[in-house]
């Protein structure tokens, strides 16, 4: 019975629910039990009595990044000081971690470095691809796609004065008829940062090829949450940030990939001296150095990349599918939670149902969203709102457990029942949300 009963209840969390058997905490508990990753929480520091369902935003502060920073702080930067470009390896601190985050997505060394921020990455590589393809005036993206992207590609097409234009696609089932000769580049995220529904990444990849295009794959929500191949995809280019799922802190650096038969192709616009053949010889020409390093600018923020490397080791102790596959069953388990216990709140499951074609988070859509988080964020069960009517839940694998969902949706359950999201304090709409 002990060995059978997690097993009866995996058919419940992939959907076989056939028979409507409640759901129990002991059920969850059960399968807390037999999970492969549960020893991963413990690397993670996450605040007493609080669910934390916003790793879709900011992951949680790995435990030994305050000793790390404080070695950092008191040995390399009062100590060694300027020496420590060297000797604590300051100056390669982008590479050595561009190749560590290119076996989370699939990529080779040398095709990845940590720098910047994902929107300036972005706006690196747009121009860099642009100026590739001559006489190519589209840029192929979506209609709703995170804002930041969409903004950079305003901003790219506003400095190439009209010779540029953006086609934003209303329907994601239409992107890829969207692309065709016209086409310079496709930039796409392939979780949506809204519904979590996926994009056919192989499909759209594929048909921008076919057509000589380039494409730019923005991980933002994919990179720590599920299997990326890079490689694989043949994908020639891709951003991303580190302090969503990857733990990387906030605010931490992102990095950008390009294909390794590109990179000497391609020149960013941001033409800072870290991108230079030879920084040191400090000559008054920019030419860019070889591979990889051209897309640099400029001083790095060591203190963040010191940081957010602690978030990119405990990644790397996992494998990539592990943490899919439970993933997929949290987010299953969740949608058939809803289901059961807040039937009758008038909730509508935003995202996609069949866990292939979701990301690592579950959004919910109400009329109320903003004030049921706020609700929800007072008992400790952490989420976030997106204008006008969305809350998501996002699931972290590593520091998650099935009982912290069963948990989670228990509160849900006991806030709709008691109206207490209607009360004044949980209308006052924060800065942030
Ligand atoms: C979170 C996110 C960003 C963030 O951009 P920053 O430059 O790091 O602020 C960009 N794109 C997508 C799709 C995101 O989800």
Redo the contacts with the bound molecule.
């Keep these: 019975m002990v060995l059978l009963l997690p097993i009866y209840n995996w058919f419940l969390v992939i959907g076989l629910n056939e028979n409507n058997m409640p759901l129990t905490l002991a059920d969850t508990e059960a399968l807390d039990l037999v999970d492969p990753l549960k020893n991963a929480k413990s690397e993670f520091s996450i605040p007493e009595n609080t669910i934390y369902l916003n790793s879709n935003s900011l992951g949680v502060m790995p435990k030994a990044v305050p000793e790390r920073i404080q070695d950092f702080t008191t040995r390399e930067w009062s100590n060694d000081l300027i020496g420590s470009w060297n000797h604590n390896k300051w100056f390669e601190a982008p590479y050595r971690i561009g190749d560590k985050i290119a076996r989370i997505i699939g990529a080779s060394d040398s095709e990845v470095v940590a720098t910047d921020?994902?929107?300036?990455n972005l706006y690196k590589l747009v121009v860099a691809a642009l100026n590739a393809r001559p006489g190519r005036t589209r840029i192929v993206t979506e209609a709703g796609n995170?804002p930041?992207?969409l903004y950079m590609l305003q901003s790219v097409a506003e400095s190439f004065a009209g010779d540029v234009e953006i086609v934003a696609v209303q329907d994601r089932n239409k992107i890829i008829e969207e692309i065709d000769e016209r086409t310079a580049l496709v930039v796409l995220?392939d979780v949506h940062?809204k519904t979590s529904h996926l994009l056919d990444r192989k499909a759209i990849t594929e048909r921008t090829h076919q057509h000589g295009a380039l494409i730019l794959w923005?991980l933002?929500?994919s990179a720590g949450a599920l299997p990326v191949d890079l490689n694989e995809l043949e994908a020639d280019l891709a951003v991303g940030?580190t302090y969503?799922y990857l733990s990387g802190g906030p605010g931490a650096p992102?990095f950008i990939f390009v294909a390794k038969h590109l990179q000497n192709q391609l020149t960013q616009p941001l033409q800072g001296w870290w991108g230079h053949a030879e920084p040191f010889k400090f000559v008054d020409d920019y030419a860019p150095t070889e591979g990889i390093g051209r897309f640099l600018c400029s001083t790095q923020s060591v203190l963040a990349l010191t940081a957010m490397e602690v978030g990119i080791d405990v990644f790397l102790k996992y494998e990539m599918k592990d943490i899919r596959r439970k993933s997929q069953k949290l987010g299953q388990l969740f949608i058939e939670l809803i289901e059961e216990r807040c039937a009758g709140f008038q909730f509508t499951i935003a995202s996609p149902r069949d866990p292939e074609q979701r990301g690592s988070h579950v959004a919910l859509a109400h009329d109320n969203a903003y004030a049921i988080m706020q609700a929800l964020i007072k008992h400790k069960v952490i989420g976030d709102f997106r204008a006008p009517d969305t809350i998501r839940f996002g699931f972290s694998p590593l520091y998650m457990s099935y009982a912290d969902i069963w948990n989670a949706v228990t509160i849900l359950e006991e806030v709709m029942q008691t109206a207490q999201w209607d009360r004044k304090e949980f209308q006052i709409v924060n800065s942030v949300t």
């Design positions: 921020c994902a929107s300036i995170f930041t992207d995220t940062y923005d933002c929500h940030c969503k992102g």
